[in-house]
């Protein structure tokens, strides 16, 4: 008896170390206005630490430059890139103003707190329309979205930060100290930090040697988060994604400016820790990719309709297909695609309306046909309209595009820049 009340025990204590190892949180971080030239060559001990355990890679953000996706290189808008996975065609974040978001483009948290109320989220900014339009808390068209903790609107508090100079690192050295704090003891399933300084730094002086200094101070502040999550991996047998990104680039001639379409501006890039990366992040790797990579990691599933409504796809686990392209030849539409695993079957699905992006609803899909993953294209025909939306359904993920004419594009905004 004894010894079978030992194997028992012996049993149990596995069976709780094995829960505890499949437990899996994430954290995303934003480092404001930090271009992939800049990042590369400055040194940075914590990002490299965390690509040593997983990866590093250049991305990019502004939709498809000079296409109905193309979309401004501004913060707000690059952090909602990340929140959405859907370009601002789609989300309709074009400035820092945020007027109008369409909160049906899912954001992360309102995907994750929808599939599992009792996932615990955070935030921790300094900018506190990160919480209250962006992820949209508390409204309605948004969800009703309820963070577990938050930790922003640093910036109006003009008393405990006064203005000067160094006012932006000091609100960062606050946020980043908490959410190392709020990680390391309560160990949130999904948080986001933004971190602001380098940004205001690069505005003031473009390249220079104070805007490498504020990179390199950002680095340390990375470093806070880190070092909590090492801690959760070790104490609690935890297993943390950690991605690390920017929002935009800078223009090339001064480093000080951002908002246009130029190749410096969208160039972006991506740290992770993650071991498990697929092809993708390395091949046309994208700001939109975050969001479903992260979830994909958490196993939180996507809603049909934001699957269907993604532009980004999952840098992590298998992936089937990826950057689809429909042209449209007379009463023809040619579809083309890559490929990262040839196997199985597509299903080609078109709508010709928008319901979602109109707040109307789902849209209703035709079915055109399946087709052998590994053909990479497919034509069909369709008659001419002003709006067509087209669905590859995948056996591993699935990827969408428009076709528009002029007269549909309404939402075509000057692309100016940031100041």
Not at 244 to 270: L, P, V, Y
Not at 302 to 323: I, N, R, W, Y
Request: neutral net charge; charged residues 25%; hydrophobic residues 35%.
């Amino acid at each position: 008896m004894t010894k079978i009340k030992f194997l028992l025990s012996v049993a149990c204590c596995c069976m709780l170390l094995s829960a505890a190892a499949q437990t899996r949180k994430a954290v995303f971080m934003i480092l404001d206005g930090i271009p992939a030239d800049v990042i590369e060559k400055t040194d940075m001990p914590v990002l490299k630490e965390i690509a040593a355990r997983g990866g590093y890679t250049r991305s990019y953000l502004g939709g498809e430059k000079d296409g109905f996706s193309q979309s401004p290189t501004i913060s707000a808008v690059g952090y909602n890139h990340v929140l959405t996975g859907v370009w601002s065609h789609k989300h309709n974040v074009w400035d820092n103003d945020i007027r109008e978001p369409n909160y049906a483009y899912w954001n992360i948290f309102r995907i994750a707190e929808q599939a599992n109320p009792s996932l615990q989220t955070a935030v921790f900014s300094s900018w506190i329309d990160n919480r209250t339009k962006l992820v949209g808390e508390g409204l309605p068209a948004a969800g009703n979205v309820k963070l577990d903790y938050s930790f922003d609107g640093l910036e109006l508090d003009k008393t405990r930060f006064p203005a000067g100079e160094k006012r932006m690192f000091d609100i960062d050295e606050s946020v980043s100290t908490e959410a190392g704090r709020y990680i390391r003891e309560k160990g949130p399933d999904l948080s986001w930090v933004y971190l602001e300084y380098p940004d205001d730094m690069g505005h003031l002086y473009g390249d220079s040697p104070q805007f490498l200094d504020a990179v390199k101070k950002a680095d340390a502040q990375v470093g806070r988060v880190w070092e909590a999550i090492k801690a959760r991996e070790q104490q609690y047998g935890e297993q943390w994604m950690i991605v690390i990104t920017t929002d935009h680039g800078r223009d090339a001639q001064t480093g000080k400016n951002h908002g246009s379409q130029t190749d410096r501006e969208r160039t972006t890039w991506i740290y992770t820790n993650l071991a498990d990366r697929n092809a993708r992040f390395k091949t046309n790797t994208a700001t939109v990719d975050i969001m479903p990579s992260i979830l994909r990691f958490l196993t939180i599933p996507l809603p049909a309709t934001t699957e269907q409504e993604l532009d980004g796809v999952p840098f992590t686990g298998k992936v089937s297909v990826h950057d689809l392209k429909a042209v449209r030849n007379g009463k023809n539409i040619e579809l083309t695609w890559g490929i990262f695993d040839g196997a199985g079957k597509a299903e080609i699905l078109v709508s010709t309306t928008n319901n979602v992006r109109d707040g109307k609803g789902d849209d209703t899909y035709t079915r055109v046909a399946e087709v052998p993953v590994s053909a990479g294209k497919y034509t069909f025909t369709q008659p001419e309209t002003t709006f067509c939306k087209i669905v590859v359904k995948a056996p591993n993920n699935t990827i969408s595009t428009w076709i528009v004419d002029n007269k549909y594009v309404k939402h075509v905004r000057p692309f100016g820049r940031q100041y």
